[in-house]
C-alpha cells in the first residue's frame, strides 16, 4: 500500500505563486494532481510518467503549472504560477501502477488526504 502526503497548500493573491509536494512511502510509477471544489467532480490538473519523460496537463492550467518529480526522494511536485481565483480547491496527489499518466481517476490505484490551496482576487 503506498500512502502519499501531500504539502504546500496555503492562501495567495492572485498571479501569486505556491509549490504542493507529495510525498510517498516508496517508489510509485506513474503520479498525478487532482483537484476538487465542493459540488463538482474531481478534476485532473496535471500527470507525470515514469520515469518522468512525458508530462500532461489540463487545459486550463497549461502554461501557468509545471509538473515535476524526484525519483530518488520518491516525491513529485506541482509548482503553480500566475494563480487565479478559479485555481482555489482541495488538491490531491495520485499514483498508479502504471507508467504512463492518465486523467480519469478511476486509473489512480492511491491517493493522498489532500491540501487546501485558496487564491483570493
Known amino acids: 500500500q503506498v500512502q502519499l502526503v501531500e504539502s504546500g497548500g496555503g492562501l495567495v493573491q492572485a498571479g501569486g505563486s505556491l509549490r504542493l509536494s507529495c510525498a510517498a512511502s516508496?517508489?510509485?510509477?506513474?503520479m498525478g494532481w487532482f483537484r476538487q471544489t465542493p459540488g463538482k467532480e474531481r478534476e485532473f490538473v496535471a500527470g507525470?510518467?515514469?520515469?518522468?519523460?512525458?508530462?500532461s496537463y489540463a487545459d486550463s492550467v497549461k502554461g501557468r503549472f509545471t509538473i515535476s518529480r524526484d525519483n530518488a526522494k520518491n516525491t513529485v511536485n506541482l509548482q503553480m504560477n500566475s494563480l487565479k481565483p478559479e485555481d482555489t480547491a482541495v488538491y490531491y496527489c495520485?499514483?498508479?501502477?502504471?507508467?504512463?499518466?492518465?486523467?480519469?481517476?478511476?486509473?489512480?490505484?492511491?491517493w493522498g488526504q489532500g491540501t487546501q490551496v485558496t487564491v483570493s482576487s
Open positions: 516508496f517508489r510509485t510509477y506513474a
Open positions: 507525470i510518467s515514469w520515469p518522468g519523460t512525458i508530462e
Open positions: 495520485a499514483a498508479r501502477t502504471a507508467d504512463l499518466p492518465s486523467k480519469y481517476t478511476r486509473d489512480y490505484d492511491f
